[in-house]
């Protein structure tokens, strides 16, 4: 047989199924058709489903964040950095320091313990970690003021500037922590939170000063 005799015999052999058999083929390949493009609307539905649940799950855990971390940053910016000024200008006594900074570590142990309390989405869950080492380095520094406070006036001086390097390397760390967030919000299409620092170049944002 030649190709142009099969091609010509191709519609008789159509011709002579039965006409059920025909309706029923016309009948199946516009749902098939429909199928098809039923799956792939449900599968971009899926994926818009993800990222949304995605967000609000991102979006929740900084908003958790929010209370104890302003609570722990208004310890360092309004009584460790003021308290550090008054000691270095012989404004409070030793024992003045020492008793607020007893306090210092009693309220950082609280947000560590409110911090460590709060799940984070498995897309940021490296900032955990990152969170209790910098409020480690926080209650480190607090630890070090009391120390100076309870020194002598000749060793005082050392020991503030051991808490001050402490307090720096809780900052940096901290920075480093808020850095992910950032970046995992711009990831998913958010705007960066404005109570957080943003150190990514660019943003407007500076890391913490101690």
């Known amino acids: 047989m030649t190709v142009a005799s099969a091609m010509a015999s191709g519609p008789r052999r159509a011709a002579l199924l039965p006409r059920w058999v025909v309706w029923l083929l016309f009948a199946i390949v516009p749902v098939i058709g429909a199928g098809i493009v039923a799956a792939g609307v449900g599968g971009s539905h899926h994926q818009v489903t993800t990222v949304g649940a995605e967000q609000a799950a991102l979006r929740d855990y900084i908003a958790a964040l929010h209370g104890p971390t302003a609570f722990g940053g208004q310890i360092v910016e309004q009584e460790m950095k003021p308290s550090l000024r008054e000691a270095q200008n012989g404004q409070i006594d030793g024992a003045t320091l020492a008793d607020r900074a007893r306090g210092w570590q ?32 926080y209650l480190a520094a607090a630890g070090l003021f009391e120390r100076a406070g309870q020194a002598a006036p000749a060793q005082r001086g050392a020991l503030l500037d051991q808490a001050v390097a402490a307090a720096r390397a809780a900052d940096a760390t901290y920075d480093r922590a808020a850095a992910v967030l950032q970046a995992a919000l711009r990831g998913l299409g958010l705007p960066p939170d404005a109570a957080l620092p943003d150190p990514s170049p660019g943003a407007g944002g500076a890391p913490s000063e101690p």
């Open 106 to 137: 009693l309220a950082m142990q609280r947000v560590r313990s409110d911090v460590a309390r709060i799940a984070a989405p498995p897309a940021v869950a490296a900032v955990r970690p990152l969170f209790d080492q910098a409020l480690g380095q």
